[in-house]
């Protein structure tokens, strides 16, 4: 063909901006999700790149989702980037998102937890396996491909310029492709989000990506994702262990402990909010987590407060209250990588713990200095150190640069997100040495003094029984608010009720060590310092196992239609053998195959909605029919995700 100037023209292609399903940490895959605020702010982005390369487009191709869509449509307003305002925008549902099976919908760090790094890493990134379900890495690079040569290499030929909207799970395989790479040589790449790249581009990140360097930062991201509440125990015993066997006294220099805590809690809050936005997250908050989380602490508030009252006339009752004001603390400000780990929204937890942070110890400072308790209110006050340098700063830092610059920003975050992890894990450590007392092997083993023995068995006593009392009123509080429904907020809930912020309490605590310096007190910390960052590797177990029977069972009474059997339900349906069924006909299919593959009957409502969604996607032609041979062919990439998207609308 006869190319314009003599010159190839130039191909540029876009991974959409963040997704819901990106913020909320679950497969998507072909479930049909918008974008977030922030997602458009990166297509945004996208437009103006485009703009500054002065790139103006011949063609434009774009995924049938509509996130993709949205993307494509912003990047070219912003952007002017088409040569005629007239040139078509065409679907192609070759270029959706990998079908991920049953999978979709799922949270992936759940899933990295229960399969288990090799498992996980085999399902998603195998060349030839596949999510039970699910499509592979060569079935994908066998489509694109496809594309690329019918649609993409002509206009090229042509010397004209064309874009690509697409996906991750589209663009890796499709690299490859361009560096005449098999399947075999994939690999995930960390391609940012709402960025303009062209085909050299994409073929240097496959080139960068596949370094020692990057596939080991990778895999620690992955590992620490995986065992990083598991290594928070194991980091508190070590700190224990180091701190009994060496016997000293004191412990770290109280100013330097301080200053390491807030170095680390700093850290772990700039990468928890380099994934939250919080200018639109805190409208997505339902107004249950709200309920269940504030009502709880207005009861615990209640009660505290009745109970202080009651208790203050005993001199010898200061013990008794310091448990009483570890139900009144606010939450712990990491309670968001629990959440973040153990499938919720990351973004409830967040927000409400920052607003509960600020809002009770004002209320502490004011029941401590009513109330006379041998604890030194100014212990409070230091508090709020804590939440400039440990929350403010951090967070106001990593929003700004989330704002001005969200494509790197986002890619950054997912390339150092276990430096937030380890962050955590270096606390746990460091907690586990300052308030390990001393003598605590001599304690537990040996008797060497009866009071201490007496003490730390009496405190470990009252410790289990008031986390294991906190968990059971929380379960009970989530299981009335949300049923039996497994909402990821009803994780959220949970871990702001039964997460405590253990230096707030600490602080408490040591203010009253100095009236008091007794065993009691010493062990009331101790103890609580341990069960705070090892109790959550026992509920991580007990939510790992409970997810894992979901998914086996998911797995057993899942199934999906073979091509064979849609083939003869079209032709049973084609009465005029013309081989082509209509918006009636092909809605009758719909739901035959919804009844089939689901294990309730579809509503009418959903049948027209997804019919609505394939002929917008098959009828290339307008002429109100669907074909047989298109019908199988996008069934056999992406399924009809029936009881999924109807959810989406």
């Known amino acids: 063909m006869i190319q314009k100037n003599n010159q190839r023209g130039k191909v540029y292609f876009i991974r959409h901006g963040e997704s819901t399903s990106n913020e909320r940490n679950i497969f998507a895959g072909v479930l049909d999700v918008g974008l977030t605020a922030f997602g458009e702010l990166q297509a945004n982005r996208a437009g103006l790149d485009i703009k500054k390369k002065g790139i103006k487009f011949d063609a434009v191709y774009v995924s049938h989702l509509k996130r993709a869509q949205r993307t494509c449509e912003i990047a070219l307003k912003v952007g002017g980037a088409l040569k005629n305002e007239n040139t078509p925008i065409k679907l192609d549902y070759r270029l959706g998102e990998r079908s991920f099976g049953i999978f979709a919908k799922k949270n992936r760090s759940l899933l990295q937890l229960s399969l288990g790094y090799k498992g996980f890493e085999s399902f998603l990134y195998s060349h030839s396996e596949a999510p039970p379900g699910g499509e592979n890495i060569t079935a994908i690079y066998s489509r694109v491909s496809e594309f690329y040569q019918e649609c993409i290499v002509p206009h090229l030929e042509r010397g004209e310029n064309v874009l690509v909207v697409c996906h991750q799970y589209v663009l890796e395989p499709l690299s490859l492709y361009l560096t005449n790479r098999p399947p075999s040589d994939y690999h995930p790449l960390n391609l940012p989000n709402g960025k303009a790249l062209n085909e050299d581009e994409i073929k240097s990140f496959q ?54 805590i807030l170095f680390f809690l700093g850290l772990a809050t700039f990468y928890t909010y380099l994934d ?51 139900w009144m603390i606010p939450p712990a400000l990491t309670s968001s990588i629990p959440s973040m780990l153990w499938g919720g929204n990351l973004y409830p937890s967040a927000l409400l713990s920052r607003n509960l942070s600020i809002i009770l110890p004002f209320m502490l400072i004011g029941v401590l200095g009513f109330i006379n308790l041998g604890i030194d209110v100014k212990s409070l006050h230091f508090f709020y150190v804590i939440l400039i340098f440990g929350l403010g700063i951090p967070a106001i830092v990593a929003q700004i640069w989330r704002k001005n610059s969200p494509v790197d920003s986002k890619r950054y975050s997912k390339e150092w997100k276990f430096i937030g992890i380890w962050s955590v894990i270096f606390m746990a450590l460091l907690t586990g040495y300052q308030f390990t007392p001393e003598t605590i092997f001599q304690d537990i083993f040996f008797s060497a003094t009866i009071e201490g023995s007496i003490a730390c068995l009496r405190q470990l006593g009252i410790a289990i029984g008031v986390f294991v009392l906190m968990r059971l009123i929380t379960v009970f509080l989530t299981y009335i608010a949300f049923a039996k429904k497994q909402s990821p907020e009803k994780i959220d809930g949970y871990v702001l009720l039964v997460s405590p912020n253990f230096y707030l309490w600490a602080s408490l605590v040591s203010s009253a060590l100095v009236l008091n310096n007794s065993y009691e007190l010493k062990y009331a910390l101790f103890w609580t310092s341990l069960l705070f960052f090892c109790v959550p590797f026992v509920e991580q177990s007990f939510i790992k196992s409970t997810f894992i029977d979901k998914l086996l069972k998911t797995t057993l009474t899942s199934s999906r239609i073979s091509i064979d059997q849609i083939e003869y339900l079209f ?53 109100k029919t669907i074909e047989l041979d298109e019908l199988k062919k996008y069934l056999s990439i992406h399924g009809l995700v029936i009881n999924l998207n109807i959810e989406e609308k």
């Open 571 to 623: 032709r049973t349906l084609d009465k005029d053998n013309s081989n082509d069924l209509d918006k009636n006909e092909i809605a009758e299919l719909v739901k035959i195959i919804g009844d089939k593959t689901t294990d309730e009957k579809m509503s009418k409502e959903v049948s027209s909605y997804i019919t609505t969604q394939l002929f917008q996607v098959l009828d290339k032609n307008n002429n």
């Open 207 to 260: 080139v960068k990506e596949s370094s020692g360097t990057a596939a080991f930062r990778k895999k620690i991201n992955d590992l620490s994702g995986i065992w990083g509440i598991l290594l928070n125990t194991i980091a508190f015993f070590i700190g224990m262990v180091l701190r009994g066997v060496t016997g000293i006294e004191h412990g770290i220099n109280s100013t330097v402990f301080i200053s390491f």
């Open 276 to 326: 939250i936005d919080f200018g639109t997250s805190a409208k997505k908050v339902s107004g249950t987590v709200k309920r269940v989380v504030y009502y709880g602490f207005i009861l615990r508030w209640l009660i505290g407060i009745g109970l202080i009252f009651f208790f203050q006339q005993n001199v010898n009752s200061l013990l008794i209250v310091i448990w009483i004001l570890w």
